[in-house]
């Protein structure tokens, strides 16, 4: 199945914002509002930060918010924190329901 | 509160098959849709597939042949196998809850197990 991208890194510093892309297509990320995102810390567990393109479960902090236009989502980090530091991936819903991960970026709060 | 706990069998042989369980504990399996995705050792997320005990599986395209996902729901456990294990399969596998059943789309990957880590080798 087609593959979503992600920058590999980004970066800021405390108390910036921060926007990590995540590019699919019409058969993914542009036709359903179901992408949800994911943090990571090294040898941890996933956590659900960002469901239904701009939903947050209950627990995760109000800085953490996402967005798509047309067949790109976007998760923004306001208020950058160093506990920030970590891996997100981004996920879709498919046309095929089936669902997809991005490759993940690494944010490194400077 | 549910909670997933994997168990694998660490090291598999090459062309032998892989066999991971995660056991679900704190509601009925049958309330929920189940996923496995596994993680390659400093790679990314790859998603496996889901299951639920009233539905077909779902698998990832492209790794359809060689994947087989079934659930228990008098042990409140389900499975995943992988034929002609290979070293490419070397990953921790994670499972994790799909959300709630019925739905018609997957809202999300969550709560997680630990994860297994499985190591295809000689």
């Known amino acids: 199945q087609a593959a979503l991208t992600q920058p590999a890194s980004v970066s800021g510093s405390p108390g910036q914002s921060i926007t990590i892309s995540c590019t699919g297509s019409?058969?993914?990320?542009?036709?359903?509002?179901?992408v949800s995102w994911y943090q990571q810390y090294p040898g941890k567990v996933p956590k659900l930060m960002i469901y239904d393109v701009n939903k947050r479960p209950s627990g995760v902090s109000n800085r953490f918010s996402g967005s798509k236009s047309g067949n790109t989502a976007s998760l923004t980090i306001s208020g950058l924190q160093a506990e920030d530091e970590a891996d997100y991936y981004c996920?879709?819903?498919?046309?095929?329901?089936?669902?997809?991960f991005g490759p993940g970026t690494k944010l490194t709060v400077l | 509160q549910v909670q997933l706990q994997e168990s694998g069998p660490g090291l598999v042989k090459p062309s032998e098959t892989l066999s991971v369980t995660c056991t679900v504990s704190g509601d009925s399996i049958s309330n929920y849709y189940w996923t496995w995705i596994r993680q390659p050792p400093g790679k990314g997320l790859e998603w496996i597939g889901y299951v639920h005990y009233r539905q077909s599986a779902i698998y990832n395209p492209s790794l359809r042949s060689r994947f087989t996902m079934s659930i228990d729901t008098s042990r409140n456990q389900f499975f995943l196998k992988v034929t002609s294990a290979a070293a490419a399969d070397t990953a921790i596998y994670y499972c994790?809850?799909?959300?709630?059943?019925?739905?018609?789309?997957?809202?999300?990957?969550?709560?997680w197990g630990q994860g297994t880590l499985v190591t295809v080798s000689s």
């Open positions: 019409s058969s993914d990320v542009g036709s359903y509002d179901l």
């Open positions: 994790a809850s799909g959300g709630p059943y019925p739905v018609a789309y997957l809202p999300w990957f969550d709560p």
């Open positions: 996920c879709s819903h498919t046309r095929s329901y089936t669902y997809v």
